[in-house]
T-cell receptor, first 113, second 112 residues
């Protein structure tokens, strides 16, 4: 399978814990995006990488959220001190260069108790 | 005004009918438009992209773009029960960086 992959697929955690998600983009894609989606809403942009450089972050992204893409391949998204409001589907997408067709992975569903 | 607005659902059509999904956007600098299909509990799947005014057809799907009216639509011909899903409209433009901005989606149900 050469699509975008994400792990874990589901994560249940207690409020205050830290969680980390991983995304592996389509191999030749140099752009990687993180979105968050809650029930009944469209995906909401969080951050974007071109190769290893994080070029854009949403103003809505609190300081508890951090993302990395150290070698320009896979990316991780960490949420520190999780809150119940962080419960959502976290989606990763990738695209090739200037072509803006973004392809999504299966997502990681986070539940914060 | 929301950046992307989609016709409120849910939309219900009989099998074999044409389903029409509509989307308006506020950013006149928008250049690229996308339709994603999302089944319940799954991630969005890209089904159509359109960049210039006019129609673009792909199988049973036709996307229509009118930049002057800031309007994009998706027609699904010969609707099938397997088309039942939420359809998300998204756009990309110079003012939005590299992000896609999504509408809230329209839930479509195709009844056998």
């Amino acid at each position: 399978d050469t699509g975008v992959s994400q792990n874990p697929r589901h994560k249940i955690t207690k409020r205050g814990q830290n969680v980390t998600f991983r995304c592996d983009p389509i191999s030749e894609h140099n752009r990687l995006y993180w979105y968050r989606q809650t029930l009944g809403q469209g995906p909401e942009f969080l951050t974007y990488f071109q190769n290893e450089a994080q070029l854009e972050k949403s103003r809505l992204l609190s300081d508890r959220f951090s993302a990395e893409r150290p070698k320009g391949s896979f990316s991780t998204l960490e949420i520190q001190r999780t809150e119940q409001g962080d419960s959502a589907m976290y989606l990763c997408a990738s695209s090739l260069g200037g072509v803006n067709e973004q392809f999504f992975g299966p997502g990681t569903r986070l539940t914060v108790l | 005004q929301k950046e992307v607005e989609q016709n409120s659902g849910p939309l219900s059509v009989p099998e074999g009918a044409i389903a029409s999904l509509n989307c308006t956007y506020s950013d006149r600098g928008s250049q690229s438009f996308f339709w994603y299909r999302q089944y319940s509990g799954k991630s969005p799947e890209l089904i159509m992209s359109i960049y210039s005014n006019g129609d673009k057809e792909d199988g049973r799907f036709t996307a229509q773009l009118n930049k002057a009216s800031q309007y994009v639509s998706l027609l699904i011909r010969d609707s099938q029960p397997s088309d039942s899903a939420t359809y998300l409209c998204a756009h990309w433009g110079e003012t939005s960086g590299s992000r896609l901005t999504f509408g809230e989606g329209t839930q479509l149900t195709v009844n056998p």
